[in-house]
């Protein structure tokens, strides 16, 4: 179609014009960055010949598949780390609470049985769990069963953390096996990835000390201060402890001078009444009485725990200061004040109660120690084993007799030791029914008699006359016991000399796999 002339001669005109290309911006940018064009050009095939030898990363992308980064394998060797309390959560913390309950009701067994149980469940319990189970088996001194439960879990992978060690090897200590805890300390130092805690050096010391190896305990607590340990005041009191009681006078006295050196003015007061003890030991009778009362004055700088106090009590009623001792004990009592201050526990009443049988004055021990209710302390059974043994001791079997009744009003469970205690008053008092009986509840208790046990109530039934119920007690021991040679040869030189037909003693051991 034609155009009419008015829009024909514009159009003309623009094409006329000459048309320029505006340049790209970067062209004008990358041209300011050199000085010539040659320059220019230069820096263009210095850049050609980069990209020759270094390719960009983006250029490989579609040759190469994308890799990733290669991690280094784990060693499997290397030691596991143990579980940070932050995983005690959720369904674990629920079951760690349902054993928790299990423990406070005193059912043992089926908190040990749930956590085994729990082990390879979808709610694995964690290591803080298996601690508290082991804990209380070895406030009950089930050492048995404490390490029946460490191997099982050690055995389904869970990691030990200090706390499981410092319970096995308080374990070991316990049972006087100081060798093999001494073994599992260095296992801890050389195959742990944790230091050991002061704890562990407490436990260790006490238990060679315990164990009269003074002379090792010594050099631990050296291996403690070259690990850049401070000094411990409870480890130097039991160490001054056991110098007490080599008896050394001297070496007690120097440890405290090295406790001062090291840490300057000792406000720790759990160590005065071992210090007390080495002054009476080498008759500084005065010194003695004035560290006693630097650490019992009111504006003393000693911190005086229960423990402290329990201590300096125990030093003076064996070093003829018990009215001394009854003084401070009545000032501890008025003092104490929980949860402000605790100045008495179970300890307290165990130093008193063996202070009046002491001085004779067991009406007054058998008082103190049912006054315990009165500070809400509950007695176990190693105190009435002890305070019991006593009684016993000097014939007052009908009082030995009351507290053993108590044990079960005050939900205490008696041990086997408890029972062979009852039994020798009983026979002492020539009632051997009644000694007969004790092993018969010993028995029903579920408790497992030993040999000692079973030879106390064959001989005690021996001399009485009463053969035909030593022999059913007899053929029980041999029954469930794996006697020794030495033991059955001594029951039947007892039996025999009581008029028993040797060839059926002999035939009973045979049926029990003696001889």
Do not use: W
């Amino acid at each position: 179609m034609a155009l009419s002339k008015p829009v024909f001669f514009p159009h003309l005109k623009t094409l006329s014009k000459p048309h320029h290309h505006p340049s790209p911006l970067y062209l004008s940018l990358r041209l300011l960055s050199f000085a010539t064009p040659e320059e220019a050009a230069a820096e263009r095939r210095r850049r050609k010949r980069r990209l020759r030898i270094e390719p960009p990363l983006n250029s490989l992308r579609h040759t190469q598949p994308q890799q990733r980064p290669i991690n280094p394998t784990p060693n499997p060797n290397a030691p596991k780390l143990p579980e940070h309390v932050s995983v005690l959560t959720g369904n674990r913390l629920n079951l760690h609470n349902r054993i928790l309950k299990l423990i406070r009701e005193n059912d043992l067994d089926e908190a040990a049985l749930l956590t085994r149980h729990s082990i390879y469940s979808n709610c694995r319990p964690t290591v803080f769990t298996c601690n508290s189970v082991m804990a209380a088996l070895l406030r009950q001194s089930r050492y048995a069963d404490l390490l029946s439960l460490h191997r099982f879990i050690t055995q389904a992978g869970v990691v030990p953390n200090v706390v499981t060690h410092n319970l096995l090897i308080n374990a070991y200590c316990d049972c006087r096996k100081t060798d093999t805890a001494l073994e599992h300390y260095k296992q801890l130092i050389n195959d742990a990835p944790f230091n050991p805690s002061p704890t562990t050096y407490r436990i260790l010391v006490k238990g060679l000390v315990d164990n009269n190896k003074i002379d090792r305990a010594l050099q631990l607590k050296d291996e403690m201060l070259t690990k850049g340990f401070a000094p411990d005041p409870i480890v130097y009191n039991y160490l001054m402890l056991g110098l007490v009681k080599k008896p050394d006078a001297d070496g007690v006295l120097a440890l405290y001078d090295e406790l001062k050196e090291k840490l300057g003015p000792v406000s720790d007061g759990v160590v005065y009444g071992s210090l007390m003890k080495g002054y009476f030991l080498k008759g500084m009778e005065k010194e003695a009485m004035e560290c006693y009362a630097e650490a019992v004055r009111e504006d003393s700088r000693v911190r005086m725990s229960a423990v402290a106090y329990n201590s300096v009590l125990d030093a003076l009623s064996k070093n003829g200061k018990f009215d001394e001792a009854m003084r401070l004990f009545d000032q501890m009592m008025e003092e104490h004040s929980p949860p402000r201050r605790l100045t008495v526990n179970l300890g307290s009443f165990n130093v008193m109660a063996d202070g009046f049988c002491a001085q004779g004055r067991f009406k007054d021990a058998i008082e103190v120690f049912r006054k315990m209710g009165e500070k809400r302390c509950s007695p176990d059974t190693l105190s009435f084993n002890n305070l019991i043994q006593q009684l016993c001791s000097n014939g007052m079997v009908a009082e030995a007799e009351d507290l053993y009744r108590e044990m079960s009003e005050k939900g205490v469970n008696p041990d086997e030791f408890t029972y062979v205690l009852m039994m020798d008053a009983c026979f002492a008092d020539n009632r051997a029914d009644e000694a007969a009986g004790y092993f018969g509840k010993m028995v029903e208790s579920g408790l497992r008699p030993n040999a000692v046990a079973y030879n106390k109530v064959i001989d005690g039934l021996v001399k009485v006359g009463k053969i035909d119920q030593a022999i059913v007690f007899f053929d029980q021991m041999v029954e469930k016991l794996k006697v020794e040679v030495t033991s059955y040869e001594e029951m039947l030189k007892v039996l025999s000399e009581a008029g028993v037909c040797d060839c059926c003693i002999e035939e009973r051991g045979k049926r029990g796999g003696i001889g």
